[in-house]
């Protein structure tokens, strides 16, 4: 979570929502890298996440990433829930809690409404995450 | 729709799962077209309606789609439909339901469960698109 968070700071200073997301391999081995670029790539679809899971599928060769982790600062939303399931995932760690836009403990729910989907452990390093957030959304308004 | 379903039937020759999608702008322009890739880029979020949303994107220069329609040729997935919803999407419109995997009338039903969304139409050309996917499937059983 300590590089999900360092990723989530990048974004920050590049005025992209402080998201930052890790997948790791089975064995541990860090697969793929990635924060929020929404702004800079004009993609709506850009969440930390979603970029994570593609570089991961692309360096592994297969769209499944079975057995494979996900650690984000966030909890996902629901489309980044959906593609979590979709790539198989293993186990769901995030930090900060989404109780607006969430979409795995909060809103639609959207791996919980199926019979399968990853372990999730929520919560860890969620002080840390919700700051860069709160700092960030306050520099916003400021 | 038939630009969707002759961009399904072009996946299915490909080995991919026959959905097709097209954005198009608020002046009646298609903006982006796309079909399945998931096997073919080795990414698990490579929808048809991901692949259309993040083009159009690219191609408007924001991830903001203000009034642009999504036409699909099956029911969003839970990742697509919360995609939809991110990209501000005006009206959805799809073919085939999918009661087992869609997330906009079945299962999360991502967009109802927030208060705003699109304006969502189902139905348009599904016998076509239900069909194609039947045929899919039926060759990888047989």
Same mark, same amino acid.
């Given at each position: 979570m300590r590089l999900a968070l360092a990723l989530a700071r990048r974004a920050a200073r590049r005025g992209e929502v402080p998201v930052g997301a890790v997948v790791v391999a089975?064995?541990?081995?860090?697969l793929a890298l990635a924060h929020n670029r929404v702004e800079t790539d004009r993609d709506?679809?850009? +969440?930390a996440e979603i970029l994570a899971l593609r570089a991961a599928g692309a360096r592994l060769g297969t769209p499944r990433l079975v057995g494979c982790d996900l650690w984000t600062t966030?909890?996902?939303c629901p489309m980044c829930a959906g593609a979590v399931g979709l790539a198989r995932i293993r186990r769901l760690y995030f930090a900060a809690a989404d109780?607006?836009?969430?979409?795995?403990? +909060?809103?639609?729910r959207v791996l919980a409404s199926r019979g399968h989907g990853p372990e999730v452990y929520g919560g860890i390093g969620e002080s840390e995450a919700a700051g860069l957030l709160r700092a960030f959304f306050a520099g916003l308004r400021g």
């Open positions: 089975p064995d541990g081995r860090v709506p679809t850009a +969440h966030l909890e996902p109780p607006k836009g969430g979409g795995v403990e +909060h809103g639609p």
